[in-house]
């Protein structure tokens, strides 16, 4: 299996996870998932956000320059909230970006579901993160169809539950940065191959929003598979097939000289 393995040939991938930070879920499933890859994890579980998109894409970019491949360029991979830095590091160091895999991604946060985000964040400096924090602790339970479907797997139900939000100002900060988001403008001009992978009924990020993104990149490959906002997680052994089938059929990007 090419997952981790300590040969510089397989392709590195930088993994950004979703809005709290916490690869551990995206670990659990990399075997299957990441298995053309030898990841390496941006863990932003206690990121302050400073700086802003910037400063969060600038902090990821050195978890590749701390590698052993150092500087030389990496598959860079976006899940959910994970995708605006993504973008982001592919629009402003494209010499350091082959690839992009984008899980439950957007360019943009669709209307019909920033309302809701906005009334969230209103409501949150409103109470404060003293009585947030309960808040977010109790939706946790309730998303879980949502992000896993009705039918997941006890274990994977189990690791969802179990995460946590760590830095409550950090994870406000990223919801923000969620809202603000908008990669429409520039989004022409990321040349490099991107993998774009939607659920087909995700009530976190609309598919609608994937299949826009996939749209307008001009060198994007969209992927519908039938299930929620984490069914890279759920499905990840037919996510696997399909990226190496995607890398292979990138061969210069894949075999580029490292």
């Not at 863990?43 to 969060?56: F, P, S």
């Not at 598959?75 to 993504?86: P, R």
């Amino acid at each position: 299996m090419l997952y981790n393995a300590p040969n510089r040939m397989t392709p590195r991938l930088l993994v950004i996870p979703g809005l709290d930070g916490d690869p551990s879920l995206l670990r659990s499933a990399a075997p299957d998932l990441f298995q053309a890859f030898r990841p390496v994890w941006f863990d932003h579980r206690l990121d302050d956000v400073a700086g802003g998109i910037d400063g969060m894409a600038e902090r990821a970019l050195a978890m590749l320059d701390a590698d052993e491949e150092a500087q030389q360029p990496a598959y860079v991979c976006g899940e959910s909230f994970g995708s605006t830095l993504a973008l982001t590091l592919a629009h402003r160091y494209p010499d350091r970006v082959r690839g992009l895999v984008l899980l439950s991604g957007f360019a943009w946060y669709p209307r019909s579901s920033a309302w809701s985000a906005q009334l969230g964040l209103v409501m949150w400096r409103v109470l404060g993160d003293r009585l947030t924090r309960p808040l977010l602790e109790l939706w946790r339970p309730i998303g879980v169809p949502g992000a896993l479907g009705w039918r997941s797997p006890p274990a994977i139900r189990r690791a969802y539950l179990s995460q946590a939000v760590h830095h409550l100002p950090g994870y406000r900060g990223k919801c923000e940065i969620v809202v603000a988001f908008d990669a429409r403008p520039w989004l022409e001009h990321i040349a490099c191959p991107a993998f774009i992978l939607v659920g087909t009924w995700d009530p976190v990020v609309p598919p609608k929003a994937g299949v826009d993104l996939a749209r307008r990149l001009p060198n994007a490959r969209l992927h519908r598979l039938g299930g929620g906002h984490l069914v890279h997680l759920l499905r990840a052994a037919d996510v696997g097939a399909l990226l190496r089938d995607w890398l292979a059929d990138h061969p210069g990007e894949s075999s580029r000289a490292a």
